[in-house]
Structures are given as structure tokens and as C-alpha cells.
């Protein structure tokens, strides 16, 4: 261990707080927290560690620490941490894993939509809900019996959902503030478990009906409760008490956790998440930095109630969180927490097998790669590709692998700016400038590989620019592909020389699948810059289009294809006035017969 290192231990307070280790190049590598900074962090450096754990100590460089008042305000900071600096050894929620709800929005007129978004203050949230398809039933089902106003925007005439019954139609018809404030107290009711009374009243509306030879009506009123029969009321009771809750498990083993999460909604069980990561500090504190992060950090609403296992700091969670947090001991309470955690278990032993192994070959790849070009192990790598088609819309596009794993949040895409004509080997030099003159400028971490997709001369160029206009020594390399477009060579070298490389090897596969994920980014993003470059093009050589009707148009048609098919009176619907509409049909007509002439 550093001298400094041992210094820096030597003097740790015996307070709660936060700690932040950091790699090469000063990067943040993992964040934690701890009552007692002294004895957590001197524990990295002491005893012996799983596999996982261990590289993580053989990483730090150096930390650095923040006392706190309480434990409280140290899980607040570390949350905001992980936030901040994305470290990569904390993975709890890295994911983008989100579930469906059903909102009430916050307008004039209010509309009933699902939506994966949470943002607070906008409307009332109900869910989550197991799948997109049980929020869409449930909300046909309100739809029926609670006519809101359907469209985004409001249209000059009514629509189809009028007709059916379904709209009151604000868009022509005067709606008040009364109608609309019943209706959503009845959405929030129903959904708040009160469709057992909804049906009760529309069950008496249909006996009225029917006394009163409505047929239509009744059989109407019938369906509907039909409906909410089988919508509704299709899952197993867990809790008579209707209360919404969310339902906390854990198990550790040998360095991993499993969370599973149970939510409860109207006494019924209707969705699990479930979580496995790596753990670096305490079980217990990470549990509870997962629970934060859950809610605060992925937008997930807040239930009535909590429960989670004993053991667990159950008033720093209610302090956080400002909702009750139970613990059961006894009866249905405690079996649902005994079988949130026995899932949890089942899911950890499970699983743990694939994971490891995936894991494990995945690093020795990364660890193999860099014992191969002769570099210390590759934690981060940068890899490039440029698009064009005969010089035009030259792009490139940048993808990162942490660990041997695509980070897509940090992926980049370049326009060429000072390149005419099909070059690459100026289109690498200047995104290799643009790229790493901004890494300098904003003190961004530097990768330990660059990966180029070409060969000698896209090599040189990058070296070029790196070394004698930018002072920075970061290794370069060149995947070279074969007359079939496959992977076939990795070169390096000062000149660029041939790395042998067995193609059975993990290493190699790790090579084609950032090859392959850096060509398929930037032959998407060409595609994109293309066709909007055609549609901008042709629609503007069009009279009377400018740029706010071509978005207008393809607001509207969705697509080029279907506004190079549209009829005049089709173009009329999408608020085009009658010459420009036949301007844009001409156009398109003459385009075809020029095609077959």
C-alpha cells in the first residue's frame, strides 16, 4: 500500500459520513457510506476480499471522505454522489427499468393516458401496473365509463371517441370545471379500490335501464361491469385491507444481493421487481442506499406503506423516505416479507451461476486484452467509426465499453465539419481533436484504449493528433475486417503491427462485438442525418413549405414515405391550404415520372 494511502488511513474519524475512491486519473470509481468512516474504509485495505471486491482495492489510487451530522444526511449524500459522478463500481440502478402508470393530468381538460414517465406535479399517478397491457385494459375501462377528453391537442371538430360515447367532446362543446372535477374523482376512486362501489351504481343503472325497456342502454351498462369483472377483480386477494404497499426482501451471497420488491396495490399482489448486484460495503447499508435510490432516484410513487425485514434501520428509511416503514412480526404481514425474501433468495441461487461466469469471462477478457497489447488492463474503452456513402453526410460516432460492457449514456455522435470528400483519414484526425480536446478542456476521464475501426493509416492519423497537437499518450489501436466485413485483425504499433490474436479467443469476441456496436451506431446515425437531409431538401424546394409546415407535415404523417403519398384532401386534414396541397402532390408526381423517364 501507498505511503500516502496509509497516512490518510491513519487519521480517519470515527464518524458517519461518506467516502469516494478514486482510480487512475483522479476518476470516482465507487461511492460509500458509512456510521463509522475509520473502520469502513480501513476495512477495504485489510483481511482478504472476494474477486469482485479485491479489483475494486486494486483500483484505488486514493479517496477522499465527507463527515456528516447523521447517518440520515450521510444516505441523502451518498445517493446524490452516485448521481453526480456515475461511478462505475456502484451498478444498484443503472438500469432503465420502469413500469407502467396511469395518470390524470394536470389541464384545463383533463385526459386519462398511461405513461412510463413519472414527473411529480404533473397529474395523479395510480400503479404501477404489471404490463403496459393491464394499465391499456384498465384504462379502456375508465375510458367507457369516464368520458374525458381524449386528444392531445384540442381539434376544430369532433371525433370518433365523441361518438362512441367516450369523449364529452370540450373541443366543440362547453365542458365545466364541475364535470370535469366529478369524472376525476371518480377515475381516483375507482382506482383507489373503489370499483366495487362503481359497480354497484352501474348495476343499478342497468335494472333501471331494463324496467324502463332501455335495452341498449342496459346491455351497455352490462358490458361495462363485465368489464370491470374481469379487469379488475382477476387477481388473488394477499391482504384484506386494500392499503398500498410496497413489500422489501434481501439475500447476500458470496459478494451479490438480490432485492425483491413487491407491490401491493388494492390488497393485490400485481407486479415483483427484482434486482441483482454486486456489493462492496455492508449488506445492510447497501439495502438501504438501494431502497433511496429506488424512490428518489427512478421516480417510482410512493405507496402508504413499506414494510421491510427486521434488522433494518426502519426509522432512517421513514426519515428519508417521510412514509411509514414496518416491520411485521407476526401473521400475513411477516409471511409477505418472508416471501419477498425467500424470492430473493431463490433469485440470487439462481442466477448467481450465469452471472459469474458472464462476469468473470467478460474481465478476463478485458485483463487479457490489455496483457495482449502490452497495456495495463483496459477498464474503459473508447472506440470510433466513420459513415459515409461516396463522401456525403460524412459522420463518426463514438461508443464506450466499461469493463468489457457498453455504457450507452456515454455514447457520442459527430457530424464532420472540415472534411470534403470521401477521407477517412481526415475525418479520424478531426473527431480524434474534437473528442479529446473537450476530454482536456472539461476534465473528463481519458480512456485506457482507443479502438479504430481501419487499419495503418486511421492509426497514425489518431496518434497523430493525440501525441503532437494534444501532449496525451493514451494507447491506440486498429481493428482491421476481412473482404467479408467480418472482424479479422488488430493492429498497434508505432509503425502499426499485427497483434495476434487466437479467434476463439474471450478477447477477440469482446473486439467484434465493439466493432460491430460502434459500426451499427454510426450507420444509424448516417441514415438519420441522410433522410433528413432528403426530406429537408425536398420539401423545401416545395412553394409554400418552409420549416414549420415540414414539421407540421411530419407531425402529422409520421413519416416521408406517407407524405410523398398523400392525396390532396389528405394533405387538407394535416391544415395545408388547398394550392400548396396540390403544390406538394405535383411535386412528388413529377418526381416519379422523372424516375421512369
Known amino acids: 500500500m501507498q505511503e500516502r494511502l496509509k497516512q490518510k488511513l491513519s487519521v480517519l474519524p470515527n464518524q458517519p459520513g461518506c467516502y469516494l475512491m478514486k482510480g487512475r486519473n483522479g476518476t470516482i470509481i465507487y461511492v460509500g457510506k458509512a456510521k463509522n468512516l475509520r473502520n469502513r474504509v480501513r476495512s477495504y485495505f485489510t483481511g482478504s476480499h472476494d474477486g469482485k471486491t479485491q479489483r475494486l482495492v486494486l483500483e484505488i ?65 395510480f400503479g404501477p401496473y404489471p404490463n403496459a397491457y393491464a394499465a391499456n385494459e384498465t384504462k379502456k375501462l375508465l375510458d367507457r365509463i369516464y368520458p374525458l377528453r381524449k386528444c392531445k391537442t384540442l381539434p376544430d371538430r369532433v371525433c370518433l371517441y365523441y361518438h362512441m360515447g367516450q369523449c364529452l367532446a370540450p373541443c366543440v362543446y362547453d365542458v365545466t370545471e364541475e364535470q370535469n372535477r366529478k369524472m376525476v374523482e371518480g377515475i381516483v376512486r375507482f382506482l383507489n379500490g373503489g370499483h366495487q362501489e362503481v359497480k354497484k351504481d352501474l348495476k343499478a343503472k342497468m335494472e333501471k335501464a331494463a324496467e324502463e325497456l332501455e335495452f341498449e342502454r342496459a346491455q351497455e351498462l352490462r358490458d361495462q361491469i363485465r368489464h370491470i369483472e374481469s379487469v379488475m377483480e382477476q387477481q388473488k386477494m394477499v391482504h384484506t385491507d386494500q392499503k398500498d404497499r410496497d413489500v422489501f426482501g434481501y439475500h447476500v451471497d458470496k459478494g451479490w444481493m438480490c432485492v425483491q420488491v ?20 455492508d449488506a445492510e447499508e447497501e439495502f438501504l442506499s438501494f431502497i433511496g435510490q429506488f424512490y428518489l432516484q427512478k421516480n417510482h410513487i410512493m405507496p402508504k406503506e413499506i414494510f421491510v425485514p427486521k434488522h433494518v434501520e426502519r426509522e432512517l428509511l421513514e426519515k428519508l423516505l417521510k412514509v411509514p416503514v414496518s416491520q411485521p412480526q407476526r401473521g400475513k404481514k411477516k409471511d409477505l416479507v418472508n416471501l419477498a425474501t425467500k424470492n430473493a433468495k431463490i433469485a440470487l441461487s439462481e442466477k448467481f451461476e450465469l452471472i459469474q461466469r458472464d462476469e468473470e469471462r467478460t474481465i478476463n477478457a478485458v485483463e487479457n486484452l490489455g496483457d495482449q497489447l502490452g497495456i ?40 464532420i465539419k472540415t472534411v470534403e470528400g470521401p477521407d477517412d483519414y481526415a475525418s479520424m484526425r478531426e473527431v480524434t481533436r474534437r473528442r479529446y480536446t473537450r476530454v482536456l478542456k472539461e476534465d473528463l476521464p481519458l480512456p485506457d484504449l482507443i479502438i479504430i475501426d481501419g487499419g495503418k493509416g486511421q492509426i497514425s492519423a489518431a496518434v497523430d493528433v493525440l501525441e503532437n497537437e494534444l501532449g496525451l499518450s493514451v494507447p491506440v489501436c486498429g481493428l482491421v475486417k476481412d473482404e467479408k466485413h467480418n472482424t479479422a485483425q488488430l493492429m498497434m504499433g508505432d509503425p502499426p503491427k499485427i497483434v495476434p490474436l487466437s479467434r476463439k479467443s474471450q478477447e477477440f469476441y469482446l473486439l ?9 451506431f454510426a450507420i444509424t446515425f448516417h441514415r438519420q442525418v ?68
Not at 466499461?402 to 455504457?407: A, R
Not at 467484434?512 to 451499427?520: A, G, K, M
Open 61 to 125: 489510487q486514493d479517496f477522499e471522505y465527507i463527515v456528516t451530522s447523521s447517518d440520515l444526511e450521510a444516505l441523502v449524500l451518498e445517493m446524490n454522489l452516485i448521481k453526480k459522478h456515475d461511478p462505475r463500481y456502484n451498478v444498484m440502478l443503472k438500469d432503465d427499468k420502469s413500469y407502467p402508470y396511469i395518470k390524470i393530468t394536470n389541464e384545463k381538460h383533463p385526459r386519462l393516458i398511461t405513461t412510463r414517465n413519472v414527473k411529480k406535479g404533473s397529474g395523479k399517478y
Open 262 to 281: 413487491f407491490f401491493v396495490r388494492q390488497g393485490k399482489l400485481i407486479e415483483r421487481d427484482v434486482s441483482l448486484f454486486p456489493v462492496y460495503g
Open 376 to 415: 495495463a488492463t483496459p477498464h474503459r474503452i473508447e472506440a470510433f467509426d466513420n459513415s459515409n456513402i461516396q463522401g456525403t453526410n460524412p459522420v463518426s460516432a463514438m461508443v464506450v465499453f466499461t469493463d468489457g460492457k457498453p455504457d450507452k449514456k456515454q455514447y457520442r455522435k459527430y457530424k
Open 512 to 520: 467484434q462485438r465493439i466493432q460491430d456496436e460502434v459500426h451499427r
Open 530 to 597: 441522410r433522410e433528413k437531409g432528403m426530406i429537408q431538401s425536398s420539401l423545401d424546394s416545395i412553394p409554400g413549405i418552409g420549416e414549420k409546415r415540414r414539421k407540421a407535415l411530419l407531425r402529422h404523417f409520421g413519416s416521408f414515405k406517407r407524405i410523398k403519398e398523400a392525396s390532396v384532401s389528405e394533405l387538407r386534414d394535416a391544415n395545408i391550404p388547398q394550392s400548396i396541397a396540390e403544390n406538394i402532390v405535383s411535386y412528388f408526381t413529377d418526381q416519379e415520372k422523372q424516375k421512369e423517364e
